[in-house]
């Protein structure tokens, strides 16, 4: 089946129609959106970042930094404003509904951060295989353009503002901010050293601002309702709300946006219905698939940055993936990692290497052929991984293998006392790799 061909979109185009929903620039106008581009336009640059830091807004995208603070960071010179919207974390795509859904909020937001920062121009990178998202925005900036609120400079504004939307070309190491900057600097998608930070080297070597889209579009709404009213949502360390997409073997998986005083329990039974029914909660994925799980009497765990931090997790990405009784871990630990392995952009040696030897480690273990001892060569491995590459990539395929071998290490020394997986090709997971020796009875699904 074709898929979308890419063209410029008439600006005056229904930018969706998802049941009966228009996302159109005068549904947006309506509902109070550009008011904050409007009115924020001339407002001193410490105001607005006094603002977000009083909010407590955390980037959306992952690290959970201070977005006030970030912003506070920008150097001095030819600013830019880049915005993530590489969305690439397995089990993650919230991103992907708010720019099909709400293309103007992230518009907006690049607007009002872009003239805070005095920046000219915000580029919006989003991932290659995102194209009727990247439609969908290109013609939110076309209607936005045609009402003046880009392209043009808004009354007070420090000078016009352009927005891009830039498409990459699907590679997952480009969701890190350095590989970002490098591809969209037109170089090999692969990261490099900090310092200098993006804040004073980034995009064309200038100072860059670079935040996830929920992050940027959550900034109109904020400033719409006044930091202290979106800060009465708290924690101790988090305030306002999440996007948070769940998925795996739940009954009503979906985007669902949350309280950060939630607790996974709240997302999982609550709005998603929990486990079907016949099958039972084994563990969890609370922030996509580079986050240790959680097990079933952690389901009381708040979903805010600091609380995941104490139950030995990440908040993420905010991706939740259930998993249930059928699941064989040793099949899960080779399916993240194999996927790590693929997407590793191979520039330092602890990831290039190490992301290889798990892989093939976990498959002598999955095939019933390893020994003992290579079950702790895992560990060791996550040790010589963790913390030492480049980016994060390797620690993002080193903390999940070792937060399943900690909970379940039972399930890998059955594969090598019993010289095969005991639940085969019965988990989801099992017939992803055919060419493993299957030396067991499968176990009725």
């Known amino acids: 089946?074709?898929?979308?061909?890419?063209?410029?979109?008439?600006?005056?185009?229904?930018?969706?129609?998802?049941?009966?929903?228009r996302q159109d620039i005068a549904v947006y106008e309506t509902a109070g959106?550009?008011?904050?581009?409007?009115?924020?336009?001339?407002?001193?640059?410490?105001?607005?970042?006094?603002?977000?830091?009083?909010?407590?807004?955390?980037g959306r995208g992952g690290a959970g930094f201070p977005t006030g603070l970030k912003v506070s960071f920008i150097g001095k010179g030819s600013r830019y404003l880049v915005v993530n919207a590489d969305e690439s974390e397995p089990g993650t795509f919230k991103d992907r509904e708010l720019m099909l859904r709400n293309p103007h909020a992230l518009v907006e937001g690049?607007?009002?951060?872009?003239?805070?920062?005095?920046?000219?121009?915000?580029?919006?990178?989003?991932?290659?295989?995102?194209?009727?998202e990247a439609l969908v925005l290109d013609a939110a900036v076309a209607q936005a353009r045609q009402r003046g609120y880009?392209?043009?400079?808004?009354?007070?504004?420090?000078?016009?503002?352009?927005?891009?939307?830039?498409?990459g070309a699907g590679a997952y190491i480009c969701g890190e901010e350095t590989a970002l900057l490098s591809s969209l600097n037109g170089e090999r998608g692969q990261p490099t050293a900090k310092p200098p930070f993006p804040a004073v080297s980034g995009a064309w070597a200038s100072p860059t601002l670079l935040n996830n889209v929920e992050t940027v579009a959550t900034v109109p709404f904020i400033l719409a309702m006044g930091c202290k009213t979106y800060s009465e949502l708290r924690t101790e360390q988090t305030t306002g709300t999440r996007l948070m997409s769940l998925s795996g073997n739940v009954a009503r998986p979906g985007n669902y946006e949350l309280p950060v005083t939630a607790t996974f329990g709240d997302l999982i039974d609550g709005c998603g219905g929990g486990v079907p029914a016949g099958r039972s909660l084994k563990c969890f994925i609370p922030g996509g698939s580079s986050a240790p799980?959680?097990?079933?009497?952690q389901l009381?765990?708040?979903?805010?940055?600091?609380?995941?931090?104490?139950?030995?997790?990440?908040?993420?990405?905010?991706?939740?993936?259930?998993?249930?009784?059928?699941?064989?871990?040793?099949?899960?630990?080779?399916?993240v990692a194999d996927f790590y392995r693929h997407e590793s952009c191979g520039k330092c040696t602890p990831c290039r290497e190490g992301t290889r030897w798990m892989v093939e480690l976990l498959k002598k273990v999955e095939s019933g052929q390893a020994q003992r001892a290579e079950i702790d060569l895992l560990l060791e491995l996550c040790d010589r991984m963790e913390g030492k590459c480049l980016c994060p990539l390797g620690d993002a395929c080193a903390m999940p293998v070792r937060s399943y071998l900690q909970h379940f290490r039972a399930e890998f020394d059955a594969h090598v006392e019993q010289g095969g997986c005991p639940g085969?090709?019965?988990?989801?997971?099992?017939?992803?790799?055919?060419?493993l020796k299957r030396s067991l009875p499968l176990v009725p699904a």
């Open 1 to 21: 089946m074709q898929g979308p061909t890419y063209a410029a979109p008439r600006p005056d185009a229904i930018l969706l129609d998802f049941e009966g929903e």
């Open 33 to 58: 959106g550009y008011a904050m581009a409007r009115s924020q336009a001339g407002r001193p640059f410490e105001e607005i970042v006094q603002e977000l830091k009083d909010s407590g807004l955390r």
């Open 110 to 132: 690049c607007v009002i951060l872009c003239n805070a920062i005095g920046a000219g121009a915000a580029y919006i990178y989003i991932r290659g295989e995102y194209a009727t």
């Open 150 to 167: 880009v392209g043009a400079t808004l009354p007070g504004a420090p000078g016009a503002v352009e927005v891009y939307v830039h498409r």
């Open 293 to 297: 799980i959680l097990m079933p009497d």
């Open 300 to 335: 009381d765990v708040q979903i805010a940055v600091e609380t995941c931090a104490a139950a030995g997790t990440m908040a993420g990405s905010g991706a939740v993936i259930v998993i249930d009784d059928r699941t064989c871990m040793v099949q899960l630990a080779l399916r």
């Open 424 to 435: 085969g090709a019965a988990s989801p997971f099992g017939a992803l790799y055919p060419e």
